[in-house]
Nanobody
Framework: QVELVESGGGLVQAGGSLRLSCAAS????????MGWYRQTPGKQRELVAR????????DYLDSVRGRFAISRDNAKNTVYLQMNSLKPEDTAVYYC??????????WGQGTQVTVSS
């Protein structure tokens, strides 16, 4: 049974920092990448950052580049998102994603990040 457990969300003032973590448990095959998406009401879910398991290549949403940093621990099937210099526009539900080669992705339940002005 596969489960993605997210933690680290919360309320922070603009300019502050949060660190999200996502740990995948269970027997999971063919992991391609792990990352974070976010979604706000009325908007499409968008990729914030992801990191490929094999080579460590990273992708970032342009608006978070330089402020957010993604990292991984492959042995633990865990991904982290360090979020610095947070802005109110970063307020969203953040979802952990585990992407697999040729197989359907797994998703976390989401964790709320709220950045106050």
């Amino acid at each position: 049974q596969v489960e993605l457990v997210e933690s680290g969300g919360g309320l922070v003032q603009a300019g502050g920092s949060l660190r999200l973590s996502c740990a995948a448990s269970g027997s999971i095959s063919s992991i391609k990448a792990m990352g974070w998406y976010r979604q706000t009401p009325g908007k499409q879910r968008e990729l914030v950052a992801r990191i490929f398991v094999r080579g460590g290549h990273t992708d970032y949403l342009d608006s978070v580049r330089g402020r957010f940093a993604i990292s991984r621990d492959n042995a633990k099937n865990t991904v982290y998102l360090q979020m610095n210099s947070l802005k109110p526009e970063d307020t969203a539900v953040y979802y952990c994603n585990l992407e697999r080669w040729w197989l359907q992705d797994y998703w976390g339940q989401g964790t709320q990040v709220t950045v106050s002005s």
